[in-house]
């Protein structure tokens, strides 16, 4: 019983981790409103410039579904 609620609690800690995770990476994700080119920044600057067209980008809040 105590075995399984240890690899019961392993569980949930993995898909946590796998969601925080996810949810990092969806936050430094800016996605170009002049060519649709997406890429990630990891600077916090609210305008950012796109390596694609060279513009200047102002990061939006990426809804997740
Ligand atoms: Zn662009």
New binding site residues.
Partial sequence: MALLGVLALLWVKQVVGQRLSERRRHRYRVV?S????VFHDPAREMVVT?P????H?ERQEVLDI
Avoid: T
């Fill in positions: 170009c002049v060519c649709g080119q796109c694609a067209c060279g513009r980008v």
